[in-house]
């Protein structure tokens, strides 16, 4: 069983930067494929990007590609998401999620419980 709880959402205007965190519960967090997600109003919830368990591979959503970084320090059971250059489009509830085995998108097993960003124009 892991536990997620994401943190460091908030409001930003265009142009901005954000690093959201995810604290992951349990001794085996390094075991863990970990992804970020995130789903606006009305829309279905989308991958953003995913780092793999050793941090060696790591995965993004073309339309974050080149302005979001995924990381994750073991030692810390923590996941992060460095977003700059935010648009107003990438405006949402950003959730973590830890699976096994995972390639990327998913399947993942365990989901947090989402922190709110919002992007002023």
């Known amino acids: 069983q892991v536990q997620l709880v994401e943190s460091g959402g908030g409001l930003v205007q265009a142009g901005g930067s954000l690093r959201l965190s995810c604290a992951a519960s349990g001794r085996t967090f390094s075991r863990y494929d970990m992804g970020w997600f995130r789903q606006a109003p009305g829309k279905e919830r989308e991958f953003v990007a995913a780092?793999?368990?050793?941090?060696?591979?790591?995965y993004y959503a073309d339309s974050v590609k080149g302005r979001f970084t995924i990381s994750r320090d073991n030692a810390k059971n923590t996941v992060y998401l460095r977003m700059n250059s935010l648009k107003p489009d990438d405006t949402a509830v950003y959730y973590c999620a830890a699976g096994l085995g995972v390639a990327g998108t998913g399947p993942y097993d365990y989901w947090g419980q989402g922190t709110q960003v919002t992007v002023s124009s």
């Open positions: 780092i793999s368990w050793s941090g060696g591979s790591t």
